[in-house]
């Protein structure tokens, strides 16, 4: 599940662009005949298909960590005691509705079963304050804890749930809390993975921590695609001061990625893929996911 279901929201808001752009030296949309407008819509269709085929699903990157053989670290999840003091404000409410969701799936990777129902619980608050009480419903979290025993019957719900939450806020014309929803499951898939690169131990040998590191950071460093990708497609949805905020700071954690020029340094062998490497992009995130979720 790769959130295809924002596809006809951001397609239909390219468009407008689009048709804007014309009129200033190409063809006026009065201009067009059907068939290109229509071919103008179906090339903008297949643009967005590519932007949000890699943003991962609130799952991935935890069983993705869980894969690597990486410990859980119970205090990298946000605390569920917050959730109240999210309901207030809606773009709050689901950038931290995002947060849980990847939180959900750290806890089901590591079949950490009764915290993961109870974050499940817990968060229909903040569905229902979203007006996204049929995501979260006593159906849904019923059909969770018959699952509890299988890690990937939990993975696809949790995918599902926030999928569903996702396309009733775009139904609604809620585009911008959508992708703001996304953006809060990316930005705590990249937390908890360079948390867990920093918190490493370091009494260990040096070279012996980067090899244990090693497939850590190369999931890190394979995020920079998709961070591109979100924050193009926050860049096409209505901006508000949080909106602005959030997508400047990631913007900003993109040039960390770009300062480090690491495909050069892999093709020319003189890649050191250690926590100093990635230090900046640390940093970033941590200070992102930490005002989000504050």
Do not use: H
Not at 241 to 255: F, H, S, W
């Amino acid at each position: 599940m790769k959130y295809n279901n924002l596809l006809r929201f951001l397609s239909l808001a390219l468009i407008v662009l689009f048709v804007s752009a014309c009129g200033g030296g190409g063809k006026k949309e009065s201009d067009m005949t059907s068939e290109e407008f229509e071919q103008a819509k179906a090339d903008l269709q297949e643009n967005v298909k590519k932007v949000l085929y890699e943003i991962p699903s609130p799952a991935e990157i935890p069983f993705l960590l869980q894969a690597t053989g990486a410990d859980f670290d119970g205090a990298l999840v946000n605390d569920i005691k917050k959730i109240d003091s999210y309901a207030s404000t809606n773009d709050k409410a689901v950038l931290n509705l995002g947060i849980y969701s990847t939180d959900i799936g750290y806890l089901s990777s590591y079949e950490k079963t009764q915290e993961s129902l109870t974050y499940m619980r817990s968060c229909r608050k903040l569905a229902d304050n979203l007006g996204l009480s049929s995501s979260f419903s006593p159906d849904l979290i019923e059909e969770f804890e018959k699952n509890i025993e299988s890690r990937d019957s939990l993975a696809n719900l949790v995918n599902e749930t926030i999928a569903k939450a996702e396309d009733l806020l775009k139904e609604d014309d809620r585009g911008n809390l959508a992708a703001l929803l996304i953006t809060g499951s990316f930005v705590e898939g990249l937390y908890l993975s360079t948390q867990i690169v920093d918190r490493y131990p370091k009494d260990l040998p040096d070279e012996t921590r980067t090899i244990i590191l090693t497939p850590l950071i190369r999931m890190i460093l394979d995020q920079k695609k998709p961070l591109a990708d979100l924050i193009a497609m926050l860049k096409g949805v209505d901006q508000t001061d949080r909106t602005r905020n959030v997508l400047g700071k990631l913007e900003a954690i993109y040039a960390s990625y770009e300062a480090l020029k690491i495909e050069d340094q892999i093709k020319n062998n003189t890649a050191v893929l250690s926590g100093d490497t990635i230090k900046t992009i640390i940093t970033g995130v941590a200070n992102l996911r930490n005002e989000i979720a504050s």
